[in-house]
């Protein structure tokens, strides 16, 4: 792991001072969904996660992202779960480099999933023997050597860190590590623009705009939005907030028809980048 740091530390050093447009440069390559189509098939995916996909259109995601194979990425809680994890740290061992940026010990109902996660790799060493995990909360922790990351990305983390007025700081951890034009990828789930943030936040949505005024009061610019993850089927006032729908099913069988219907949340996909 020290041998890692220090590579990433010279190489990002050196890039800054010669070509501090480099980054910007690479982003100009289009990355298509049929670059990721080959990795949904592959059978060591958990069929849990399989499930998701039709939900999740991890393919088109990662591709609007702009992901290549030679990139560092960095996952922000990817749990021991792993959906994006079975995707990418496979994919990315070769030529690029997969950061689990994952739990520390500060908030004791998570460690064992982190324990878990920690396990999985272990047990799988020949899809995640090259994974490196850093811890994360906030701005506590450097998750990755200054300017060293081509992407950062977090699925349905945004609602908590506002819930817990760690949204900043987080961000702020998220700008250090990436390369200069790097990328920031959001996925999140989609608030009503009719209620305040404060009148929703409990329920797991976060308005758009809201997600984006704040993201971008953090140093970083939106380049593109889509649409891949959007869901108009969910009308966004459910008795347990989002955790009513799959997968989470949180009042179990009651109404469970309904809501499998419905399907997964409604969720914004944003794309940004460190200015």
């Known amino acids: ?28 390559q289009a990355v298509l969904p049929e670059t990721f189509r080959p990795l949904l098939s592959a059978t060591h995916r958990s069929p849990s996660n399989v499930v998701r996909d039709p939900y999740r259109h991890p393919a088109e995601t990662l591709a609007f992202f ?8 960095i996952e922000v809680l990817p749990g021991s779960s792993g959906y994006y994890l079975e995707i990418l740290a496979p994919w990315l061992k070769d030529k690029g480099h997969y950061i689990a940026a994952d739990r520390d010990d500060s908030l004791p109902q998570y460690i064992p999933d982190h324990l878990k996660l920690l396990q999985r790799l272990k047990d799988e060493p020949r899809l995640y023997d090259q994974v490196l995990v850093t811890p994360f909360r906030a701005d506590k922790h450097r998750i990755a050597p200054d300017g060293s990351a081509d992407v950062v990305i977090s699925f349905r983390n945004l609602h908590n860190w506002i819930e817990r007025n760690e949204l ?11 390369k200069p034009g790097g990328v920031l990828g959001i996925v999140d789930h989609r608030g009503r623009t009719d209620q ?18 704040l ?5 970083f610019q939106l380049v593109a939005t889509s649409e891949v993850n959007a869901n108009p089927k969910d009308t966004k006032d459910h ?32 794309r940004f980048v460190k200015r």
């Open 66 to 73: 702009g992901i290549q194979a030679h990139h560092t990425v």
């Open 239 to 270: 008795p347990e907030g989002v955790w009513t729908l799959p997968p989470g099913y949180r009042l179990k069988d009651k109404d469970r028809s309904k809501y499998e219907a419905m399907g997964e949340s409604d969720r914004f996909t944003l």
């Open 168 to 178: 900043q700081e987080s961000l702020r951890a998220f700008h250090r590590a990436l």
């Open 1 to 28: 792991m020290t041998r890692f740091f220090k590579h990433l530390f010279t190489a990002c050093a050196a890039w800054a001072v010669i070509c501090p447009w480099v980054c910007q440069v690479a982003w100009a």
């Open 196 to 213: 305040t943030q404060a009148e929703q936040i409990t329920s797991g949505y976060v308005r758009q705009d809201v997600a984006v005024a």
């Open 215 to 219: 993201i971008e009061q953090a140093g």
